[in-house]
């Protein structure tokens, strides 16, 4: 197999060193995934948008440099799941505003209705 063109420009702890950074930079990427998907079940909603854009932050310099050959296999893989624990992160944020939406028009009604039952306490006076 023919490396790719970065690599045959360093020399093997060049590339030991770049693939280290790499492994440690992606392995962050992935745990602050899980810790994405945790904070959405635990509806610490501030602290997913702090860390969602850290994240993203972070997946935008990994892929803004090359990769080393070692590990496009595992980032190919670990990517599908870092996706699925997204669009469960989604799921539950929509769950979460339309429990909220449901509960703001239930406030809503309970307020017109003491409303209701204060001004006609009012008109009994």
């Keep these: 197999s023919i490396a790719p063109f970065e690599e045959l420009m360093m020399t ?26 945790q904070l959405a079940h635990r509806k ?5 948008l702090s860390l969602h854009a850290k994240r993203d932050e972070m997946l935008k310099q990994f892929f803004a ?3 080393t050959q070692d590990l496009v296999e595992t980032v190919q ?10 669009k469960e992160i989604v799921d ?8 909220l939406s449901t509960e703001a028009q239930q406030l809503n009604q309970m307020k017109k209705r003491i409303n209701d039952y204060l ?3 009012k008109n009994r006076l």
Excluded: C, F, G, R
Excluded at 77 to 86: A, F, G, H, M, P
Excluded at 92 to 99: C, E, G
């Design 12 to 37: 093997p702890d060049e590339y030991k060193d770049l693939h280290s950074n790499q492994l440690k930079q992606w392995q962050e990427i992935v745990q602050q995934s899980d810790t994405l998907l």
């Design 44 to 48: 610490d909603w501030s602290e997913l």
């Design 65 to 67: 440099q090359a990769m």
């Design 77 to 86: 893989k670990e990517l599908k799941s870092i996706t699925e624990q997204d």
């Design 92 to 99: 539950l944020v929509k769950k979460n505003q339309d429990a």
């Design 119 to 121: 001004s006609a306490d």
